[in-house]
């Protein structure tokens, strides 16, 4: 009885060191809030924080965006980045806090929102012609899939009491191995090049949705038939739109010409 409760206080201390150990690795980093340093304008993308993948980012660089929140606040128009791996929108903002000579010393305020507090939000993104389009996304949390309420991030594609979104996930791409290539005498695959190590990519995965004006939404990708019942009074309407301007329920373009032709028949139906 001695020697086992010698062995058991000698086992405890690694046990709780390696308990320890583990818990600190699963903490979920957490963003900064807040540099306290003064730093000058230029050097704002120098900042460890921002060499992550672009691919994690809705946009790789700080655009101009407001979003409104489910407790009915606002967040101002600053430069914003959202975030798709952490589900987080962040804004910066630059103050003044001093001068010296002709240099303007500044410091950088950070202000990064949980997603599930925001309702909606816009950037305004620039095109290749110079011009600036503002791009609309909503918490899925609004709308329902088969009654139950739907997670994650959705862009508005086309507006109105029925709309067209994008949900945006980010999703892990396993390597291709191509299997081809076999050596019979060594009876092993051989599917790549030693100095080309197989890795795994996330990229970004766009789903369509079609939404009524109860905050119901359904994918897009099944038939006609499937989709119509759908558009619930409107579905005669819309059968008789799709096959007369001989559209398709699968192609993104005819889907926006279809939910603009149903909030003009909605519209007309609610000012009656």
């Known amino acids: 009885m001695k020697k086992l409760t010698l062995l058991l206080l000698l086992v405890m201390p690694y046990t709780v060191l390696f308990a320890q150990k583990n818990s600190f690795y699963n903490r979920k980093k957490l963003p900064y809030v807040r540099n306290p340093q003064k730093i000058d304008m230029e050097e704002i993308d120098e900042r460890p924080e ?3 993948d672009t691919i994690n980012y809705l946009y790789g660089t700080w655009e101009e965006g407001a979003a409104v929140l489910y407790n009915g606040d606002t967040l101002q128009e600053l430069p914003s980045r959202f975030d798709l791996s952490w589900q987080q929108l962040t804004q910066r903002k630059e103050v003044a806090v001093g001068r010296t000579d002709s240099l303007v010393q500044k410091d950088t305020l950070y202000r ?3 997603f599930r507090k925001i309702k909606s939000f816009y950037l305004d ?3 290749q012609e110079g011009f600036y389009e503002r791009k609309h996304y909503v918490n ?10 739907v997670v994650g991030i959705f862009e508005v594609i086309e507006g109105g009491a029925y709309q067209l979104l994008a949900k945006i996930e980010l999703k892990t791409v396993e390597p291709y191995v191509d299997q081809s290539n076999f ?4 009876r092993d ?3 790549w090049r030693e100095d080309e190590p197989l890795t ?9 949705f079609i939404s009524d004006p109860e905050g119901n939404i359904k994918k897009l990708g099944v038939g006609r038939r499937k989709l119509l019942p759908f558009f619930g009074e409107l579905t005669e309407e819309v059968g008789i739109y799709i096959k007369k301007e001989k559209l398709s329920v699968r192609k993104k373009e005819d889907m926006i010409n279809v939910i603009g032709f149903c909030n003009r028949i909605y519209s007309s139906f609610t000012h009656y």
Request: charged residues 35%; glycine residues 6%; aromatic residues 8%.
């Open 112 to 114: 990064t929102v949980d």
């Open 183 to 186: 050596n019979r005498r060594r």
């Open 125 to 127: 993104i620039e095109t």
């Open 140 to 149: 899925g949390y609004a709308y329902r899939l088969e009654g139950v309420p």
């Open 50 to 52: 921002d060499t992550r």
């Open 189 to 191: 695959p051989v599917p």
């Open 200 to 208: 795994r990519t996330r990229v970004r995965n766009y789903t369509l």
